[in-house]
């Protein structure tokens, strides 16, 4: 029997409601049976590692072959993949059905699982997986669904092994149904407009008397591209677009909004005022019918056109050319021209909800939020929900950076630094004394050892987990949902006597510390209060064998601290919140709390409605069949809130691991970050700004190239590079590379750090393929820049250097290359100066400027 994957989102019944989908299978050779030396179409992916892919001619699930996956270490994780073009793309709202049978033998720790990333026409992707149960089993099918919600222009389907052990592929189908193209209404016209909302910066924002926006002007000059559609917008899912008209009234400085559709059920109130140096709108959209569904809300400003520009990343900024752009990585977009015009549209800090921003379409700039409206929910959120975006002006020539420094100027608190010291990850314990103790900064362990951390200006931040519960050491592992179930049930009710154990410290009863953190006697009912459950009403689990816990069952948590607030029954937020109290009142000297995976278990959606009252993000709703979910990641969110309070008010540091691209609140929330891989590195430090951000890595530790490109690569971003703990902890032998890599680069990463990282480097490169970031000026006026060669041979590159804007004075400015011998003096020309650099294949230079003579 086949169980909900981790990150699946299936759309069973939306298909099904469905008629006239296309039954062409879209895979080539999808049952393995083509093919000379392998099977035709598909590519072996070993993925650096050495499991074993074999065409297998000996078992297939019909026909006469399959494709066999076999990993012998846990580091083994190879797959097979196949590219499908679609062409024209898939249209937004369009269905994708994919499918494969999987037989397996012996397979421990994760189950076999198809992934399926659909290629956004404009660069990005999604991701969608479906998994099926380890063990030993013939045959059986694995399906997922989803919807797509950007153009699509290709899939990409994976048939993975990413446990311990063999699995069988066969039979692979992949089948789409196109969305039909909804035209966007007309809004009533009208000849009246609104006072313009105004800047102090020359931004004027001019609403319609019908909802749009009239005009959007930059210094006097209009922006706005009459024939494209703009304001603010409702779509009820499964529905078409409904412009948001209503009675519009100015008042105060402020105009508001206030429209109601009898047919739709819905009322939208929202505010628009000028905020410091941005137009600032709060709203909300209420349900009138009394029913749980899903709803967009959008905004389109009438901007863009074949000039303009679409930041992509502060990496590229790319053309619009009507193509339909997608954001989802960042809290804010911009759109620009070269010439200097631009304009960014932004959901503020302090309004965490499910949205994505693109340009292109008929809708112009747009934010979209995606929201679930359930009578479940409490308070404001019972039947509706809030939503607040910004537009403001950026300059042109910078694009998204410079959107991002005016970001970070509207909400400093979501970017203050609370670490004075940066440094490397420690993770666990070495089995020796590490040489150099001095180039790390935080450690995931504690609270035993915090005294030798201290003496080296480390700080101990012990380990706890929200996001799930595990039953571990089970003699065998379940073979479905309902037997893993049972295992819960079997578990013994808690003994209140021994649960509570007075006058015990934490930091020195082992037994009782776990118990305190939700693992012991109060497990069970910890579970059943936060377990989350999938659209069928059954709970979500994982059946896996790990290094620490052998054969287990894992149960994602709702780790909301407002579940079951009022009561006295446990939650997984209230006993890690009262453990982590103790822990700080047993032994002031720890200096934070880590907090791990809020990536793996935030990437669920929790239908269990009674979970919908605790709350405090809006619901969003399951992209395939409109009905309102919790997306497990805000409850993680909601727990760092609490948990971060608790900690800033002791002068504590928050440290998390698993802060992927779609975390961009949990960013915010946060003193300390990290993940567990290297991708996307632009988007992390632009999120973090200058909070220091970390990274462990695995896989790499035998190859000294590989190591050394890592941390040249981390060093343009000034991100921490850290292993995790492997095999180079086992010896002094072993760790001596890292140990020369770290003493090398550490000292370079702390001086950038501590100057500071800033979006705008006021210096340009004259090869696209040498990146440039800036760091300060620091406290000490000092100022550094990192430039990395991203090609795959040497290449020389001019850098001219805005020596005025930096604040550099003198006739010259000194350039020192700190991790080499090169120095240069250059004269500076007017405001600007100029150096000749050569750069190494996948190598940084950290430049050290500082102006000289009179």
Not at 56 to 61: H, P, Q, V
Not at 554 to 570: H, I, K, R
Not at 610 to 637: I, K, W
Request: overall charge negative.
């Amino acid at each position: 029997m086949t169980r909900l994957p981790l990150f699946a989102i299936v759309c069973l019944s939306w298909a099904a409601a469905h008629a006239g989908r296309t039954d062409e299978n879209l895979v080539k050779n999808p049952g393995f049976e083509q093919g000379a030396d392998g099977p035709d179409h598909w590519t072996f992916n070993h993925r650096g590692t050495n499991t074993e892919i074999v065409w297998d001619k000996t078992r297939a699930g019909s026909g006469e072959a399959a494709v066999r996956i076999a990993n012998s270490t846990r580091a083994e994780s190879g797959n097979v993949f196949q590219v499908i073009r679609l062409d024209p793309p898939l249209e937004p709202g369009s269905c994708v059905d994919f499918s494969a049978r999987a037989a397996t033998r012996d397979l421990e720790v994760d189950g076999p699982r198809i992934v399926v990333y659909l290629q956004q026409a404009s660069g990005g992707r999604d991701t969608v997986a479906a998994s099926g149960t380890g063990g030993t089993h013939d045959f059986v099918e694995i399906r997922g669904q989803t919807r797509v919600r950007f153009p699509t222009a290709a899939l990409v389907v994976y048939l993975c092994n990413y446990g311990l052990g063999t699995v069988w592929w066969d039979d692979v189908r992949v089948t789409v149904e196109r969305a039909a193209t909804q035209p966007v209404p007309p809004r009533p016209e009208s000849e009246r407009t609104m006072p313009p909302l105004a800047t102090g910066d020359g931004l004027e924002l001019v609403l319609s008397g019908s909802g749009g926006v009239a005009d959007v002007r930059l210094d006097g000059t209009s922006l706005a591209a009459p024939a494209t559609a703009s304001g603010l917008w409702l779509k009820p899912f499964g529905e078409g677009l409904v412009p948001v008209t209503g009675q519009m009234t100015a008042e105060d400085g402020s105009i508001r909004q206030h429209f109601e559709d009898d047919a739709a059920g819905l009322r939208v109130e929202a505010v628009f005022r000028v905020e410091e140096a941005a137009v600032r709108c709060d709203g909300r959209v209420h349900d009138l019918a009394g029913r749980d569904r899903g709803v967009d809300v959008l905004f389109s400003l009438p901007v863009g056109g074949p000039d303009w520009r679409w930041g992509k990343s502060i990496r590229e900024e790319v053309p619009t050319n009507g193509a339909y752009l997608v954001l989802d990585g960042t809290t804010f977009s911009s759109l620009s021209r070269p010439t200097g015009e631009g304009l960014a549209l932004a959901v503020p800090a302090d309004a965490p909800c499910d949205f994505e921003i693109t340009s292109g379409g008929d809708l112009g700039h747009a934010v979209r939020f995606h929201f679930g409206l359930s009578r479940a929910a409490r308070g404001e959120l019972k039947g509706r929900a809030p939503f607040s975006f910004v537009v403001y002006r950026c300059d042109g020539r910078w694009g998204l950076r410079d959107a991002a420094r005016r970001y970070y100027e509207l909400w400093p608190r979501a970017f203050h630094k609370r670490v004075c010291r940066e440094g490397l990850w420690m993770f666990g314990s070495a089995k020796f004394p590490l040489p150099d103790p001095g180039n790390y900064a935080f450690h995931e362990g504690g609270p035993a050892g915090w005294e030798y951390d201290d003496r080296h200006g480390i700080a101990t931040c012990p380990y706890i987990i929200p996001g799930q519960r595990e039953i571990t050491g089970l003699q065998t592992l379940p073979a479905s949902t309902q037997e893993a179930v049972e295992v819960l049930n079997s578990l013994p009710p808690p003994d209140a006597e021994a649960a509570q154990v007075p006058g015990r410290s934490v930091a020195t009863d082992t037994a009782h510390s776990r118990d305190r953190r939700g693992w012991g006697a109060s497990k069970k009912a910890i579970i059943e209060n936060g377990m989350l459950l999938d659209a069928s009403g059954r709970p979500q689990l994982s059946i896996r064998n790990t290094a620490w816990g052998g054969n287990s069952v894992t149960f994602p948590l709702n780790a909301s601290p407002w579940l079951l607030g009022d009561t006295d029954e446990p939650t997984v937020a209230k006993a890690l919140l009262g453990y982590v109290a103790e822990l700080l009142d047993a032994i002031p000297q720890l200096d934070g709390i880590y907090v791990d995976s809020l990536g793996a278990w935030g990437n669920y959606l929790n239908y269990r409605e009674e979970h919908f009252a605790a709350t405090r993000v809006p619901l969003s709703y399951d992209q395939n069949t409109g009905r309102p979910v919790l997306p497990n990641r805000f409850t993680l969110l909601e727990f760092l809130w609490r948990l971060g309070d608790e900690l800033h008010a002791r002068d504590k540091l928050l440290f998390a691991n698993g802060v992927h691209p779609n975390r961009r609140f949990h960013f915010f929330a946060l003193d300390v970050m990290g993940v567990e891989g290297r991708g996307r590195m632009e988007q992390k430090r632009v999120m973090a700004f200058q909070k220091p951000f970390l990274l462990l890595i695995y896989g790499i530790h035998d190859d000294p190239a590989a190591m050394e490109r890592h941390f040249h690569r981390c060093t343009l971003y000034g991100i921490y590079p850290s292993f995790a703990n492997m095999r180079v902890y086992e010896t002094p032998e072993m760790y001596a590379p890292v140990a020369a890599l770290n003493d090398r680069f550490v000292p370079v990463l702390q001086a950038i750090t501590a100057a500071g990282w800033q979006p705008i480097t006021h210096a340009t490169s004259s090869d696209a393929d040498v990146w440039v970031e800036r760091w300060g000026p620091g406290a000490d006026g000092r100022v550094y820049w990192t430039a990395y060669n991203s090609a795959d041979e040497s290449r020389s590159t001019r850098l001219t250097i805005d020596a005025a804007s930096l604040g550099l004075v003198g006739e010259t400015v000194r350039i020192e290359d700190r991790l080499g011998p090169d120095a240069w003096s250059v004269p500076r020309v007017g405001d600007s100066c100029r150096l000749d650099v050569a750069v190494p294949p996948g190598q940084v230079r950290v430049l050290r400027l500082e102006g000289r003579g009179e």
